[in-house]
């Protein structure tokens, strides 16, 4: 099932209401009280509507494959609530909730046992509700659904504006009453009482919705050094360092595999794998709360989350940009060529190696930069990665369209045939087949 942009949209903010909903109705049941449940003062939690959406992709590729459906559906569901927990409590600097325990990578049973849950919900409600929504979606008029979605997508920023407020007002751990002070000791102000009112509104939301929240505790010196814990900073750096080790590897996997040396970046520009990159960072993100834990908990949870990583990475460049990068389809074991048993136990191996042994003496590394340089350079390189893979995308795409005999209709258009030819693509992704 092919969907529009505007139906992805649609979804998302639908079924980010319904998790919403969900989440509300058990909160009544269990301690008979009304709380506005998410990161968002609106009735929608994005999170639900992303793991809607990834399972609606990626859950018919897989039709007949009812386990393989369910395990994605746990993996999909499982990480995107572990990632959407970690991400509000850096927002907020609270954790909200132990949200790591409700997931497939808590390790323990209860976390296992709920994280079961949730994916059996989701599966059904994707396989068995979704037609239904879908068919009434597509009564509706493109314009319609495109006027809704941008005015709640309007609101939503509004919203966030108003939250992200809330939070720098606070960014010493103040909390409701907090708030509350600085309110009365600016009331002489027209804007201080608009912006305080906000910050008190979302405060009180805040706690009344998450009445156990845990605090963050107060700044020490250890708080400047650069990248410490698993921030933002850390991440990108694991992203570079493991883009360009992953396609290192792959390079001289392939001169003595294929006997000849074989271009293996994912960019026009620079030798870096995004594939390698952004699952570095998802193992570490994921995995690490189990760096304490036996070998054989990160060996499972490797194998799974990078199996199904790989699985979605192989739909992703299909859906999106029409293409194929691997094709497993002659190895044992494997699930419609995406990826296949012996590599998901490759991915388990590399989690272990990589949780136990390779991120701490990275992650060492990387906090001992001198903060001041190694934040210009971190935002130079940011900067650098995104014009890198915008350019990219916008090279693929118009090798699918020429390849449909579609002339430039843009100066970018024109820009990309003059510069960046058939040949020019073919050589960069010699593995890459058009669908």
Not at 64 to 92: C, E, K, M, N, P
Request: proline letters at 3%.
């Amino acid at each position: 099932m092919d969907y529009t942009y505007t139906e992805l949209v649609t979804f998302l903010l639908l079924y980010g209401f319904l998790g919403w909903l969900i989440e509300v109705i058990v909160v009544v049941v269990k301690d008979r009280t009304f709380s506005n449940r998410g990161f968002f003062d609106l009735p929608i939690c994005p999170k639900y509507g992303i793991m809607a959406v990834a399972l609606m992709v990626a859950l018919p590729t897989l039709e007949g494959h009812v386990i393989t459906q369910y395990i994605l559906s746990l993996v999909v569901v499982s990480v995107v609530d572990f990632l959407a927990g970690d991400l509000t409590r850096r927002t907020w600097r609270r954790k909200l909730s132990q949200y790591e325990r409700a997931t497939l990578f808590s390790g323990e049973w209860q976390g296992l046992l709920m994280a079961m849950g949730k994916a059996l919900t989701a599966m059904l409600v994707i396989l068995l509700l979704h037609p239904f929504l879908y068919t009434f979606v597509s009564l509706l008029p493109v314009l319609l659904l495109r006027i809704v979605d941008g005015v709640i997508l309007g609101i939503m920023a509004f919203d966030l504006v108003g939250v992200l407020y809330a939070v720098s007002k606070s960014r010493n751990g103040a909390d409701l009453a907090h708030a509350e002070e600085v309110q009365q000791s600016e009331q002489s102000a027209v804007q201080g009482k608009l912006g305080n009112l906000i910050c008190r509104n979302v405060w009180r939301r805040l706690n009344r919705a998450y009445p156990d929240m845990e605090g963050r505790h107060g700044r020490d010196a250890g708080d400047y050094v650069f990248a410490k814990g698993v921030c933002l900073d850390k991440l990108f750096w694991v992203f570079i360092i493991c883009a360009f080790l992953g396609d290192l590897i792959e390079t001289v996997f392939c001169r003595f595999s294929a006997g000849f040396w074989m271009s293996r970046s994912s960019v026009l520009y620079g030798a870096f794998s995004v594939v390698w990159g952004i699952g570095a960072v998802v193992l570490t993100m994921v995995l690490q709360p189990l760096a304490g834990k036996e070998d054989r908990y990160v060996f499972l949870g490797g194998a799974v989350v990078g199996g199904v990583y790989e699985y979605m990475c192989s739909v992703f460049t299909e859906y999106v940009f029409g293409t194929v990068f691997w094709d497993y389809s002659d190895m044992p074991f494997n699930i419609n060529g995406r990826t296949n048993l012996l590599f998901c136990i490759f991915w388990g191996l590399l989690a272990v190696v990589w949780i136990k042994v390779l991120y701490p003496a990275i992650s060492g590394w990387i906090e001992h930069l001198p903060t001041l340089y190694a934040k210009v350079v971190t935002w130079a390189l940011v900067l650098l990665m995104v014009a890198d893979a915008l350019l990219t995308g916008a090279v693929m795409l118009r090798y699918v369209e020429r390849s449909y005999d579609l002339e430039a209709g843009t100066v970018l258009e024109e820009f990309i045939d003059n510069n960046y030819s058939d040949e020019f693509v073919e050589e960069r992704w010699p593995n890459m087949k058009l669908t």
